[in-house]
Nanobody, 115 residues
Framework: QVQLVESGGGLVQAGGSLRLSCSAS????????MGWYRQAPGKQREFVVV???????NYADSVKGRFTISRDNAKYTVYLQMNSLKPEDTGVYSC?????????WGKGTLVNVSS
């Protein structure tokens, strides 16, 4: 089993920054993809960004240039630095780990960006 625990969400004014963290535990493969998805109120969950164990990344167009993902493989932890936040970035941010064809999800952390 795999467990994911997110932290770092909160309330921030537009233009501000937040840093999210996600720590994985359990049966973690040396090769996996970790990332972040978000769900705004009344909307479906959407892709934000992913990073492979080798460091390759893929960002949603809406966050390119503002968000930066990184990971510490030794700590099984992924980080999301979010800058220049906009009200439309508001939502529950959930951590995802993909390995051996299976997706694992954290419970999510709320990011609320006020205008």
């Amino acid at each position: 089993q795999v467990q994911l625990v997110e932290s770092g969400g909160g309330l921030v004014q537009a233009g501000g920054s937040l840093r999210l963290s996600c720590s994985a535990s359990g049966s973690i493969s040396s090769t996996n993809v970790m990332g972040w998805y978000r769900q705004a109120p009344g909307k479906q969950r959407e892709f934000v960004v992913v990073i492979g164990t080798g460091g390759s990344t893929n960002y949603a167009d809406s966050v390119k240039g503002r968000f930066t993902i990184s990971r510490d493989n030794a700590k099984y932890t992924v980080y999301l630095q979010m800058n220049s936040l906009k009200p439309e970035d508001t939502g529950v941010y959930s951590c995802n780990l993909f390995q051996f064809g299976m997706n694992y999800w954290g419970k999510g952390t709320l990011v609320n960006v006020s205008s």
